[in-house]
């Protein structure tokens, strides 16, 4: 009886030609395909096409809501971005995926759990250390890093004719190979042309979620966000699940060319890679909720979350979610993000945000205490022997080691 192996399949280049490849070497095959909300894709093509190439079964596990209620939205608590800028939409993914294929593992009696990322890449590790958190005894297989299938498919121009003579449908070309990573929170695209850091992005990629600011509609879009205990609950007024609320800022966004970036980052295994991202949807949220934290969380607290945000940001890029590291700072964080509750309005137009206004019931902003006309409750004068305090040691220093 052959050995059976669970494959997270995505139905690209990759994961079609490892449904044959891992036949070829006698395992019994289960693809999944985990519903993070790709779009631009037919999921029943997809899951056909996986029983065509002889996969043993094809199944379809929907997370979207998982993954932007319990992975996607706490990360955006923390307003962590990695590198101060990427949004971490494939990172976040990644050990929901681990998750779903060890739950499908356990169903159908595998005894390995197959990823596609290959031996230079960050998937890689979020794979693995996310699976083994979870099952400390799971077998893990990587194609990419044994011997055997890399002299066989060195490179993506083998795999493109490894599927031309088995007669399997991909997107990618040999005339245009660069890799994309779709789900609702962003696509990323990286590879072929893009290696080339000469080469503009926005020439290349067939961009999915966004138009191009350039060809956005030139009149100013006004949207409202609702949120609760720093959680985004609404749009323009109306409740909406998790994945409804994030696929209803990626059209908004989408259609006012918000979200792209193209950046060069810095892999967990060390070498530097340039990736074009979109996420419309996610830039939008990411503003709102700074902007509603601006008004209901105070000075020091603020401080502190954002010194641990690129912590954050880092342990989930590498892979690191499920650890005793994450769950404390996840509980941090939820704590933190309660007086998090209002609404906030952005006015986007071509590519570009400003918040337009802020409100909370439970607002720190006190229009009294804040106006250069007026008083309130604070006095001036205490502000005489507050600096006399706060330059004590200044003074110290300035008379035992002057300055010239």
């Known amino acids: 009886m052959a050995e059976s192996v669970v494959l997270a399949y995505s139905g690209g280049l990759d994961t079609s030609v490892l449904v044959g490849w891992l036949q070829e070497q006698g395992y019994d095959v289960h693809c999944l395909y985990v519903d993070l909300g790709q779009p631009c894709e037919d999921r029943q093509a997809i899951m056909q096409k996986a029983l065509d190439i002889g996969a043993c079964s094809s199944e379809i596990t929907d997370v979207r809501e998982e993954l932007c209620r319990d992975f996607a939205f706490p990360v955006l608590q923390w307003q962590a971005k990695y590198e101060n800028i990427y ?29 596609g990322a290959t031996g230079k890449g960050n998937d890689q590790c979020r794979f693995q250390l996310a699976a083994e958190a979870l099952d400390p005894t799971v077998r893990v297989i990587a194609p990419w890093r044994m ?41 990323s695209y990286e590879a072929g042309a893009l290696e080339d850091l000469t080469v503009d992005g926005e020439t290349v990629v067939d961009f999915g979620m966004t138009v191009s600011p350039a060809e956005a509609p030139d ?49 967990f295994v060390g070498m530097k890679s340039r990736g074009v991202y979109e996420a419309p949807g996610m830039t939008v949220l990411y ?3 700074q902007a509603m934290e601006q008004i209901t969380l105070d000075r020091d607290l603020v401080h502190l979350r954002d010194q641990l945000s690129p912590v954050v940001a880092e342990m989930v890029y590498y892979g690191f979610w499920y650890c005793a590291k994450m769950d404390a700072l996840m509980a941090f964080i939820q704590n933190a993000q309660t007086p998090v509750t209002g609404e906030v309005t952005l006015t986007l137009y071509r590519g570009n945000m400003r918040v337009s206004s802020r409100t909370s019931p439970g607002s720190l902003y006190d229009a009294e205490i804040a106006s250069m006309e007026k008083g309130g409750d604070y006095d001036q004068t205490d502000a005489e022997g507050f600096l006399r305090i706060m330059g004590l040691p200044l003074r110290v220093q300035g008379t035992v080691r002057p300055r010239s």
Do not use: W
């Open 147 to 187: 011997e055997s299938f890399r002299s066989r498919f060195p490179g993506r121009a083998e795999m493109l004719a490894y599927c031309e003579q088995k007669q399997i449908p991909v997107k990618a070309t040999v005339e245009k190979p660069y890799s994309s990573d779709e789900n609702c929170l962003h696509i």
């Open 87 to 115: 949004l971490l939409g494939t990172s976040i993914a990644r050990p929901l995926i681990s998750k779903a294929c060890l739950q499908r593992a356990r169903e159908v009696g595998a005894t390995a759990f197959v990823h």
């Open 287 to 289: 503003a709102a909720h």
């Open 219 to 267: 009149r100013e879009e006004i949207v409202t966000i609702g949120f609760e205990a720093g959680v985004p609950v609404s749009v323009n007024g109306t409740k909406l699940s998790p994945a409804a609320l994030v696929a209803e800022l990626n059209t908004i966004g989408g259609r006012n060319g918000i979200g792209r970036i193209d950046i060069v980052e810095n892999r």
